[in-house]
């Protein structure tokens, strides 16, 4: 699709970058956050991608449960739940809907090897063992292959921040007999490492299908989770490691018929994920390689009485992937990464797809204000043979306060197993393809303010999405598309674009106060297939530091110009945190403070006014 007039784009973007006026001023000490925009980390004012870094810090500020609450306030991230935590949830990043966004925990694809589309569900993911989220803007398949269009998300969980042993507890309680609580120990040496966490979640819930609608079942959630985390480094100074978790819960949920007295209770869905990841890293000479083993399991049991097939529905899929991946300096401007992966998906009684690739990264720094990252991946799929993704990422800064972005990149994305061979499947289903670009500005005031705009684009071709039979062509009892009478999964011929803006901004009104906003612009009109998004949802919020112990945080997000029929709405959080100064801290969240009646999709309840205490401490 996009092969001629990628290599194109790509060139008129380095002229235009090279087109900068070079100023004089110094260069100082870029920023020391380092971010997985590359194949190799990078320091945040080195990338050419928007990353936006969420840290431990920022998660207690808010002390969100779900991630998800703290995600749908970023902008460019849209939020669609079916109902309470436990019940399908998905993001939408800058338009494209939740397949075409992998989520890494600790080096492992999370996503579900079972699932209709492959994507990860969002329901059963809480804060609590997280000490860091990056999310990776724009296309991303010429670092992490298939599906990754519109963008990625990393995260990392608790380890020990500092030479030492350290320990954290929480615990929390709130409406719909929420209880949480979670206990994490780290510790870390000159050479060694090592972490777990235990967390525990349990609430009653409320209706997924909105109890405004006449439902009344209460749809609760439960899960235990295990993480763990450790590392050495041997005489040698080879890094050996090993890292993974393991989570069981029960979600309950509704179906399409909702609830009535003979299906209460009957509606949930059993779930058991376990990642597994060991990885060495060591040097030969002038090269310093990687090499990573993971193991992904995802068992899920949905049971229904009412729904169609009634009865249990298993889905159980598994992935495993090897990795190898080099690096080398060519001179004192440049580096080169190299490497390659074998990756095997396979679903029981769902067939079976392989995908090994070769891909190479050329970081060059022609001045020390200008770096540019040139990255090109080659796939091989079982399937559908091979497809070559690109992306190009240079970042200008033309003073210490003030920096330019720029990246564009195409992608791929293959059918999941589930859309190849499940009951609704179609084994003639192709790759759909894709093409994103972004460029930005960032401009800092020092400590006082900061200010990003963001201009995106997206466009994807062939997009595969489920036709309900009134849909189909020709449907009179049969599709003529796929032989089936309930509706199936298909290749819709045409072009999706999806492009906009995003703005962010933060402002230090005193040495207590610091005001924020974020604003994200959406123009879906030329989209086919893809879920829709409001076209304006802005974010306000404000952190104070009351007294020296006494902090707080409030966010009022409004969302207007819906798709689907959706009234716009507006939702205000808050959370009062006192600091005992001991390590130890109390809270108090008030979610949904006005008690807002609203849907993210159409039929599904949200929470009303909810308010939870908290205790954390740290020792």
């Not at 029960?250 to 179906?255: E, L, S």
């Not at 059993?270 to 000479?285: E, V, Y």
């Not at 999941?416 to 005031?445: F, M, T």
């Not at 906009?500 to 612009?521: H, I, K, N, P």
Request: contains cysteine.
């Amino acid at each position: 699709m996009h092969t001629t007039r990628l290599p194109l784009m790509l060139g008129a973007s380095l002229i235009a970058l090279g087109a900068l006026p070079a100023l004089a001023e110094e260069i100082i000490a870029l920023d020391e956050i380092t971010v997985s925009a590359n194949l190799e980390e990078t320091g945040i004012d080195k990338s050419g991608s928007s990353v936006v870094v969420i840290t431990e810090d920022d998660l207690q500020k808010t002390a969100d449960t779900r991630v998800t609450d703290y995600l749908a306030r970023l902008p460019g991230v849209s939020l669609r739940g079916n109902g309470p935590i436990g019940t399908t949830t998905a993001i939408v990043l800058r338009g494209a809907p939740v397949q075409y966004v992998p989520v890494l925990v600790d080096g492992i694809d999370v996503t579900d090897p079972a699932g209709d589309k492959t994507d990860f569900d969002f329901a059963t993911l809480t804060t609590g063992d997280i000490s860091r989220i990056e999310v990776l803007k724009g296309s991303q398949s010429a670092l992490y292959g298939s599906h990754a269009v519109g963008g990625v998300i990393n995260i990392t969980t608790k380890r020990a921040s500092a030479i030492g042993t350290e320990q954290q507890a929480a615990v929390e309680y709130g409406s719909y007999a929420t209880k949480t609580g979670s206990y994490s120990w780290a510790t870390k040496s000159d050479r060694a490492e090592l972490a777990f966490t235990l967390s525990h979640m349990s609430t009653e819930g409320f209706s997924a299908k909105d109890e405004n609608d006449g439902n009344f079942e209460a749809d609760g959630f439960r899960a235990n989770r295990l993480s763990f985390f450790g590392q050495y480094e041997l005489d040698t100074g080879a890094l050996i490691g090993l890292n993974g978790f393991i989570e069981d819960s029960r979600g309950h949920f509704d179906d399409f018929a909702g609830d009535t007295p003979a299906s209460a209770g009957n509606d949930f869905t059993d779930r058991r994920n376990i990642g597994l990841r060991a990885f060495t890293q060591f040097s030969t000479g002038a090269v310093d390689h990687k090499l990573d083993l993971t193991h992904f399991r995802s068992n899920r049991v949905s049971t229904s009485d009412t729904s169609w097939p009634a009865g249990a529905t298993y889905f159980n899929g598994t992935r495993d992937k090897l990795a190898y991946q080099g690096a080398t300096d060519l001179g004192a401007q440049a580096r080169l990464v190299f490497g390659a992966d074998t990756e095997r998906e396979k679903v029981k009684g769902g067939g079976a797809a392989w995908m090994t690739g070769a891909f190479a990264e050329l970081g060059w720094a022609p001045s020390d204000r200008i770096d540019v990252t040139a990255t090109v991946r080659q796939d091989h799929h079982s399937r559908f043979g091979d497809f070559t993704s690109g992306r190009l990422a240079a970042v200008y800064r033309a003073r210490e306060d003030l920096l330019f972005r720029a990246a564009l990149g195409n992608g791929f994305r293959a059918p999941s197993l589930y859309e190849l061979y499940g009951p609704y499947g179609d084994p003639s289903l192709q790759p759909e393809e894709s093409l994103s670009a972004e460029i930005g500005v960032e401009k800092r005031w020092g400590d006082l303010a900061t200010l990003r705009a963001t201009a995106f684009y997206l466009e994807a071709e062939d997009l595969i999405f489920y036709l309900e039979a009134e849909d189909l062509i020709g449907f009179n009892g049969t599709s003529t598309i796929c032989g089936q009478p309930f509706g199936c999964y298909a290749q819709v011929p045409g072009q999706s674009r999806r492009s906009g803006l995003e703005l962010e901004g933060t402002y230090t009104l005193s040495d207590r106060v610091e005001l924020g906003a974020a604003y994200t612009y959406t123009d879906s009109s030329t989209s086919v297939g893809w879920a829709g998004v409001a076209r304006h949802d802005v974010t306000l919020f404000a952190t104070a530091a009351l007294t020296d112990a006494l902090s707080g945080t409030v966010s009022v997000q409004n969302v207007a110009d819906r798709p689907d029929g959706l009234a716009d709405y507006t939702l205000a959080n808050a959370t009062l945190s006192y600091d005992f100064g001991t390590g130890h801290e109390a809270y108090l969240r008030v979610e949904n403070l006005f008690d807002e009646e609203y849907q993210t999709v159409k039929g599904y309840g949200t929470s009303d006014r909810a308010l939870y205490v908290g205790l954390r401490a740290s020792f």
